[in-house]
């Protein structure tokens, strides 16, 4: 048996994948909330022709994000905020919120976030998508908006700076 010493070379994230229970009404939102394009080319379909999956493009992200047909996944991690995007100042979250605004997307204000704000949306599944500022504050745990529903229902036990 040989023995590997080094890992595999990464070079990247491939495709980010949310479970979803209606592919037809997460892509709408999807497509509303961050003006992502399907690419009907890369549909996924079972060797029986049904169709469980759209890749998406969302401007500005490299990887695909994989919409996968999986209720019960979808129903088990309601509530989990499983990516956050970047937008660089906390004045692209305003414009972010005015959009949300427009459409209609229920969203929450801008926060302030332990180094910089953030933004949070619901999917139609219940996931948290989270905007994120490349800006940022000093480290300030205490006067993160910790308490906010958006973000978790109770503080956080303790925070360290992540340097100490």
Not at 94 to 114: K, N, Q
Request: charged share 20%; hydrophobic share 45%.
């Amino acid at each position: 048996m040989t023995e590997i010493t080094e890992p595999a070379p990464i070079s990247g994230i491939h495709h980010l994948k949310v479970f979803v229970s209606d592919l037809a009404a997460s892509l709408s939102w999807w497509e509303a909330a961050t003006g992502a394009r399907r690419d009907p080319a890369l549909d996924h379909h079972s060797p029986g022709g049904q169709l469980f999956a759209y890749l998406l493009e969302i401007p500005g992200v490299a990887p695909y994000l994989e919409l996968r047909l999986n209720p019960a996944a979808a129903d088990a991690v309601a509530g989990l905020d499983p990516v956050t995007f970047a937008v660089d100042m906390r004045a692209d979250l305003e414009r972010l919120s005015a959009r949300l605004d427009g459409m209609g997307i229920d969203h929450s204000p801008v926060l302030r976030g332990l180094a910089g704000w953030l933004l949070v949306v619901r999917t139609p599944d219940g996931l948290s998508v989270r905007f994120h500022t490349r800006e940022s504050h000093e480290w300030d745990p205490e006067n993160a908006d910790f308490r906010s529903p958006w973000i978790t229902e109770s503080p956080p036990v303790a925070v360290r700076h992540p340097r100490s």
